[in-house]
Each structure stands twice: as structure tokens, then as C-alpha cells.
């Protein structure tokens, strides 16, 4: 019996929430998620060179691999901004967050890395699976977000979308109803600032506790029946990570479209739409002056 | 001891956030069929669109799945 559920069965330690410390550089400890993510940024490193200098006019397969992706991402990017202009602002940044965590989520499903250990500690954990890693990556994403959007709007008008004291001096000028109207709108925007803290919270959580429950699963089937089952978490695993980074950069994306001023559309559209009535304007009257 | 028990309680309260996400999950995804079924040519768009929507659903059960390991 004994010898069947070492056979059948790979018993290994649920982690825990907390980081595992590798070894300490001049006393500040280096977890296993920070060395993966210069791991990775090495291997992006790599990659960048090697296609910048095989770059050729025609494509070897590896090449057009990357031609591939680049365009998933760009009509990713394109379907949600919709603004060619406004994608072309944005893509290195979303570009970067989901090349980064589709290769930070999946890295450790290659065979074998997940059992070289240093002190007992392996090297190759999913660094999304460390809550530090993924708040991290949300915290840079929404402080660029409020850059950008400083940038758009300048540093008032920026601050005027949370502390909305202008609309209520306006509406109050109008009328009774209008002012008070906007004094709701005034404490409405003050909890726009909780609402900036909650994007934080549910991006970082949200790709932490994927990329966790899925190690943990693991190890738990494995456990249970080494051999079949895993396979199907393991393609199941493939997809949810390539979906998390998805996810994270289309929601980023969503929170610079809530950012940027939405009139860009409009102030390209709205000279041609005065040309176009003045224009038909012009004909009538000529239509009137001709009748006439 | 009381106090673990009450750990236990709350651990098992958890699992009511699957029933939460598995209703969301099953409802957004009843729905995009139902729009692809009424116009097939903006499956694609829609196939894509339900996937966020459903990671989006499914990320509250994985929050209480943090906090299962919290308590």
C-alpha cells in the first residue's frame, strides 16, 4: 500500500502567503519573486537583441512569431482605446505589462524548473504568485495612469476631478437646485479617491490570488493523483495566466481611457461638422437665393 | 480553542463566495451565447469580451480564496 501512494502520489509543501528570502545582498534579503523578475527582464534583455540584430526584411519563423504577437497586442490595445493615435501613446506600457506577466505567469510551467532548490527554497516560483510583485506592478501602473492624466489635464484640473469645488460655486451662480446637485457630485468625487485606492487593490489582488490558487491546486492534485489529472490543471493553468496578463493590461488600458480628456474624438470631428452645415447652410441659401 | 473553531466557521463561510461567481460566470456567459447565437459575425469580439468578463467574475471567489489562507 505504501509503496503505491509513493508511486501514484508526489507529496510536496503548501506555501505560505508570505515571501520565501533566497539569500541576503549587504543585509537586504532577496526574495525568490525579485530574482525572478530580473531573471526575466535578463531574458527579455536577450530576446531584444537577438531580434534587433536578425532583423531581416524577410521574416524567419521566429521573427514573424513576434510579428504575430506585436499585432494581437496592438489590436488589443486598438479595441479598447479605439483612437489609433491614442494606442500608439499607450502600447509601450501596456505592451511591456502584458509581455512581462504572460511570461511571469507561465514560466514555472516548464518542466523541471519548479525543482531547482537553493536551501531548500526553488528559485523558479511564479513571481505573480507574491502579493509584493503584483502590488508593485498595480501601484506603477496607477501612479503613471495620474501622471498622464496631470499631463492631459493639468495639475488644477487634475485635482479638480476628485475635489470638485468649481462646479458647485457654478451651479449655485445658476440656481438653487443646480448647486445643490453639484454639491452631491463634490462628495461623490471625494470618494473617487477610495475608488483610485480600490483599483490598486482589486488589480493586484485579483492577479496575486490567480497565480496563487493555481500553484496551490497544483501541488494539491498532486498530491491526490499524481499522474492525468495535472496535465489538464496544467493547460488550464497555460490559459488562465495568458488570461490574467490580459486582463491586468486591458484594464489598465480601460483606466487610461477613464484618464485622458474623452474630446479628442470630437474637437477632430467637430471643424469638419461646422464645415459640412455651413456648407449645407451656403447651399440653401443659394437653393432660396435660386427659388427666389 | 474557541478561537479556532470560530477560524473554521469563517473558512467555511467562504466557500459561499463560489456559489456568488458560479451564478455571475454562468449568467455572462448564458448571455454572450445568446449574442453570438442572435449575430454570429461578432463572436470573435464577443468570445474576447466574455473571457474578461469572466476573470473579472471569478476574481471575487479568488478573493475569498486569499482570504481562506489569511484566516
Redo the contacts between chains.
Keep these: 500500500m505504501n509503496f503505491f501512494t509513493d508511486i501514484l502520489q508526489v507529496q510536496r509543501e503548501i506555501p ?2 508570505e515571501p520565501q528570502i533566497l539569500f541576503e545582498v549587504f543585509g537586504i534579503p532577496v526574495a525568490t519573486s525579485s530574482f525572478m523578475i530580473f531573471f526575466i527582464i535578463l531574458l527579455f534583455l536577450v530576446v531584444g537583441i537577438i531580434i534587433r540584430t536578425t532583423f531581416t526584411v524577410y521574416p524567419t519563423k521566429f521573427q514573424v512569431l513576434f510579428e504575430e504577437l506585436y499585432g494581437a497586442m496592438k489590436d488589443l490595445v486598438d ?1 479598447v482605446t479605439n483612437d489609433i493615435r491614442r494606442s500608439e501613446a499607450i502600447f509601450p506600457m501596456i505592451g511591456t505589462i502584458f509581455l512581462y506577466l504572460l511570461v511571469a505567469n507561465i514560466i514555472t510551467l516548464v518542466p523541471g524548473l519548479a525543482d531547482i532548490t537553493v536551501n531548500g527554497n526553488a528559485i523558479f516560483a511564479t513571481p505573480t504568485a507574491d502579493f509584493n510583485t503584483t502590488l508593485g506592478l498595480a501601484l506603477g501602473a496607477v501612479i503613471i495612469i495620474n501622471i498622464i492624466s496631470v499631463k492631459e489635464w493639468g495639475i488644477l484640473a487634475h485635482l479638480g476631478k476628485f475635489i470638485k469645488i468649481k462646479p458647485v460655486v457654478l451651479g449655485f451662480k445658476k440656481s438653487m437646485g443646480d448647486g445643490a446637485m453639484a454639491l452631491v457630485d463634490m462628495f461623490v468625487g471625494v470618494l473617487d479617491i477610495v475608488g483610485e485606492i480600490a483599483k490598486i487593490i ?1 488589480l493586484s ?2 492577479l ?3 497565480m ?2 493555481g500553484n496551490i491546486l497544483m501541488i494539491i492534485l498532486m498530491g491526490a493523483f499524481a499522474y492525468v489529472v495535472p496535465a489538464i490543471w496544467y493547460g488550464m493553468s497555460l490559459f488562465v495566466g495568458a ?2 496578463a ?2 491586468f493590461s ?1 484594464l489598465v488600458a480601460a483606466y487610461y481611457m477613464l484618464a485622458i480628456k474623452p474630446s479628442s474624438e470630437e474637437s477632430e470631428t467637430s471643424p469638419e461638422e461646422k464645415k459640412i452645415t455651413t456648407a449645407s447652410v451656403g447651399t440653401t441659401d443659394a437653393s432660396v437665393a435660386e427659388a427666389a | 480553542m474557541e478561537q479556532e473553531a470560530a477560524q473554521m466557521i469563517g473558512k467555511g463561510l467562504l466557500g459561499l463566495s463560489m456559489m456568488g461567481s458560479g451564478l455571475g460566470e454562468g449568467y455572462l456567459i448564458g448571455k454572450a451565447l445568446e449574442a453570438m447565437g442572435r449575430n454570429p459575425d461578432m463572436a470573435g ?1 464577443i468570445f ?1 469580451r466574455m ?2 468578463g469572466v ?2 467574475a ?2 471575487t471567489a ?2 475569498a ?2 482570504l481562506f ?2 484566516i
Design positions: 505560505g502567503i479595441e482589486s489582488i485579483r496575486f490570488a490567480n496563487y490558487a488570461l490574467q490580459m486582463v486591458t | 469580439t474576447t473571457l474578461i476573470a473579472l471569478e476574481s479568488l478573493y480564496f486569499a489562507f489569511l
